[in-house]
Protein backbone atom coordinates (compact mmCIF):
# COMPACT_ATOMS: atom_id res chain seq x y z
CA UNK A 1 0.00 0.00 0.00
CA UNK A 2 1.43 3.12 -1.37
CA UNK A 3 1.30 6.11 1.41
CA UNK A 4 2.41 9.36 0.89
CA UNK A 5 2.61 11.81 4.33
CA UNK A 6 3.28 15.98 4.26
CA UNK A 7 4.10 17.57 7.19
CA UNK A 8 5.36 20.75 7.40
CA UNK A 9 2.77 23.22 6.87
CA UNK A 10 1.76 26.42 8.69
CA UNK A 11 1.03 29.82 9.32
CA UNK A 12 3.76 32.44 8.04
CA UNK A 13 3.45 35.99 7.11
CA UNK A 14 4.63 37.57 3.43
CA UNK A 15 8.31 37.58 2.98
CA UNK A 16 8.77 34.18 5.14
CA UNK A 17 9.54 30.52 4.56
CA UNK A 18 8.44 27.46 5.17
CA UNK A 19 9.77 24.11 4.31
CA UNK A 20 7.38 21.21 3.10
CA UNK A 21 8.49 17.11 3.56
CA UNK A 22 6.81 14.43 1.73
CA UNK A 23 7.82 10.88 3.22
CA UNK A 24 6.93 8.37 0.83
CA UNK A 25 6.27 3.99 1.68
CA UNK A 26 5.06 1.22 -0.04
CA UNK A 27 6.97 1.15 -3.74
CA UNK A 28 10.41 1.73 -4.54
CA UNK A 29 10.53 5.54 -3.97
CA UNK A 30 13.62 5.79 -6.20
CA UNK A 31 11.17 4.59 -9.40
CA UNK A 32 9.09 7.60 -9.58
CA UNK A 33 9.09 11.24 -10.19
CA UNK A 34 7.64 13.28 -7.07
CA UNK A 35 5.82 16.48 -7.31
CA UNK A 36 3.84 19.07 -5.54
CA UNK A 37 0.39 20.42 -6.59
CA UNK A 38 -1.17 22.90 -4.88
CA UNK A 39 -5.04 23.94 -4.63
CA UNK A 40 -6.49 26.95 -3.04
CA UNK A 41 -10.10 27.69 -1.74
CA UNK A 42 -12.44 27.56 -5.11
CA UNK A 43 -9.51 27.48 -7.53
CA UNK A 44 -8.78 24.36 -9.79
CA UNK A 45 -5.44 21.90 -8.33
CA UNK A 46 -2.08 23.75 -9.81
CA UNK A 47 0.68 21.68 -10.36
CA UNK A 48 3.77 23.56 -8.92
CA UNK A 49 6.85 21.94 -9.56
CA UNK A 50 8.26 18.31 -10.34
CA UNK A 51 11.79 16.41 -9.57
CA UNK A 52 12.45 13.66 -11.48
CA UNK A 53 13.56 10.02 -10.04
CA UNK A 54 16.73 10.74 -9.12
CA UNK A 55 16.71 14.84 -8.87
CA UNK A 56 18.44 15.35 -12.19
CA UNK A 57 15.28 17.13 -13.68
CA UNK A 58 13.03 19.83 -12.05
CA UNK A 59 10.28 21.95 -13.52
CA UNK A 60 8.57 24.88 -11.90
CA UNK A 61 5.34 26.72 -12.47
CA UNK A 62 5.71 30.09 -13.11
CA UNK A 63 4.40 31.33 -9.98
CA UNK A 64 6.79 29.77 -8.13
CA UNK A 65 9.94 29.73 -10.14
CA UNK A 66 12.92 31.24 -8.35
CA UNK A 67 11.02 30.85 -4.95
CA UNK A 68 10.29 27.06 -4.42
CA UNK A 69 13.10 24.55 -4.56
CA UNK A 70 12.20 20.76 -4.77
CA UNK A 71 14.79 18.48 -4.02
CA UNK A 72 14.51 14.67 -2.89
CA UNK A 73 16.83 12.11 -0.45
CA UNK A 74 15.99 8.60 -2.14
CA UNK A 75 17.56 7.16 1.03
CA UNK A 76 15.33 8.47 2.90
CA UNK A 77 12.41 8.28 0.88
CA UNK A 78 11.42 11.88 1.12
CA UNK A 79 10.93 14.82 -1.39
CA UNK A 80 10.93 18.58 0.15
CA UNK A 81 9.49 21.83 -0.76
CA UNK A 82 11.75 24.82 0.32
CA UNK A 83 9.20 27.70 -0.16
CA UNK A 84 11.31 31.24 0.30
CA UNK A 85 9.60 34.94 -0.44
CA UNK A 86 6.31 33.23 0.19
CA UNK A 87 2.88 35.50 -0.93
CA UNK A 88 -0.45 35.19 0.48
CA UNK A 89 -1.39 34.52 -3.16
CA UNK A 90 0.54 30.76 -1.93
CA UNK A 91 -2.05 30.22 0.73
CA UNK A 92 -3.56 26.57 -0.34
CA UNK A 93 -3.54 22.83 0.56
CA UNK A 94 -0.35 21.67 -0.52
CA UNK A 95 -0.19 17.77 -2.00
CA UNK A 96 2.28 15.65 -2.67
CA UNK A 97 2.32 13.15 -5.75
CA UNK A 98 3.96 10.51 -7.11
CA UNK A 99 4.22 8.95 -10.15
CA UNK A 100 5.51 9.65 -14.00
CA UNK A 101 7.43 12.62 -14.88
CA UNK A 102 4.93 15.68 -16.10
CA UNK A 103 3.56 18.89 -14.63
CA UNK A 104 -0.24 17.34 -15.09
CA UNK A 105 -2.25 15.60 -12.42
CA UNK A 106 -2.98 12.71 -14.27
CA UNK A 107 0.52 11.74 -14.97
CA UNK A 108 0.38 10.76 -10.85
CA UNK A 109 -1.08 7.74 -9.53
CA UNK A 110 -0.47 8.48 -5.77
CA UNK A 111 -1.44 11.51 -3.62
CA UNK A 112 -1.08 12.35 0.24
CA UNK A 113 -3.55 13.84 2.30
CA UNK A 114 -2.17 17.64 2.02
CA UNK A 115 -1.04 19.93 4.33
CA UNK A 116 -2.20 23.79 4.87
CA UNK A 117 0.08 26.80 4.08
CA UNK A 118 -1.36 30.07 4.75
CA UNK A 119 0.52 32.80 4.11
CA UNK A 120 -0.87 36.77 6.01
CA UNK A 121 0.12 39.71 4.15
Known amino acids: QVQLVESGGGSVQAGGSLRLSCAAS????????MGWSRQAPGKEREFVVTISRYGARTYYADSVKGRFTISRDNAKNTVYLQMERLKPEDTAVYYC??????????????WGQGTQVTVSS
Open 97 to 110: ASGDWGMTTDRYDY
Open 26 to 33: GRTFSNYA
